[in-house]
Antibody, heavy 126, light 113 residues
Framework: ERRLVESGGALAQPGESLRVSCEASGFTFTSYNMNWVRQAPGKGLEWISFVSSDNSRVEYADSVKGRFTISRDNARNSVYLQMNSLRGEDTAVYYC???????????????????WGQGTQVTVSS | QSLLAQPPSVSAAPGQKVTISCSGSSSNIENNDVCWYQHLPGTAPKLLIYDDSERPSEIPDRFSASKSGTSATLAIAGLQSDDEADYYCGTWDSSLSEGGLYVFGTGTRVTVL
């Protein structure tokens, strides 16, 4: 059975750091690109970061660029999101999601977030 | 502010059909694969549609989608009570980065009357 299990969510104060993790099982982790997506209270889904299957490419949304760092450890079947300089607006449920084929070619991009974890709550408040 | 606009809500009686629009631009919907996701808050979002109109094998054919130019549409036929959820379109936007960045629509709440 395929699984993505997020962990590490917690209450943090503004300016603090937190690392959330996502552990995969039940599928070949190294065949998938990985993403982090979040949902703030009362808001929609927001894509925030991507790492390619071989760690060669990372991307960030402007809202977290320079503060968050995505990484993956293929030996541990895990992807991480290091979150620094946390702000109140970072309060959200954080989901990891896999993508089997994220690539751009000939001016057209392809991919799909085909399986998601249940999420982990991050709350930033003093 | 999302680059992909969706209506905040749609509703219909059980058994009826609803459609949800997703309006974008040439840098996202028109030239990139569109997906649709179903999400009940607090649960894992689920992929309903990929490659503009393809369904994963486990998704019933009541769910269908299409794309024309800078807009995409999701249709849900034979509406059921457990279709009550939030629905998001998603695609890449090639104006944000050379490799493209993923963007979601604003989301649409489907209510079964």
């Amino acid at each position: 059975e395929r699984r993505l299990v997020e962990s590490g969510g917690a209450l943090a104060q503004p300016g603090e750091s937190l690392r959330v993790s996502c552990e995969a099982s039940g599928f070949t982790f190294t065949s998938y690109n990985m993403n982090w997506v979040r949902q703030a209270p009362g808001k929609g889904l927001e894509w925030i970061s991507f790492v390619s299957s071989d760690n060669s490419r990372v991307e960030y949304a402007d809202s977290v660029k320079g503060r968050f760092t995505i990484s993956r450890d293929n030996a541990r079947n895990s992807v991480y999101l290091q979150m620094n300089s946390l702000r109140g607006e970072d309060t959200a449920v954080y989901y990891c999601a896999r993508d089997p084929e994220a690539f751009c070619s000939g001016g057209s991009c392809h991919g799909r977030l085909d399986f998601w974890g249940q999420g982990t709550q991050v709350t930033v408040s003093s | 502010q999302s680059l992909l606009a969706q209506p905040p809500s749609v509703s219909a009686a059980p058994g009826q059909k609803v459609t949800i629009s997703c309006s974008g631009s040439s840098s996202n919907i028109e030239n990139n694969d569109v997906c649709w996701y179903q999400h009940l808050p607090g649960t894992a979002p689920k992929l309903l549609i990929y490659d503009d109109s393809e369904r994963p094998s486990e998704i019933p054919d009541r769910f269908s989608a299409s794309k024309s130019g800078t807009s995409a549409t999701l249709a849900i036929a034979g509406l059921q009570s457990d279709d009550e959820a939030d629905y998001y379109c998603g695609t890449w936007d090639s104006s944000l980065s050379e490799g493209g960045l993923y963007v979601f629509g604003t989301g649409t709440r489907v209510t079964v009357l």
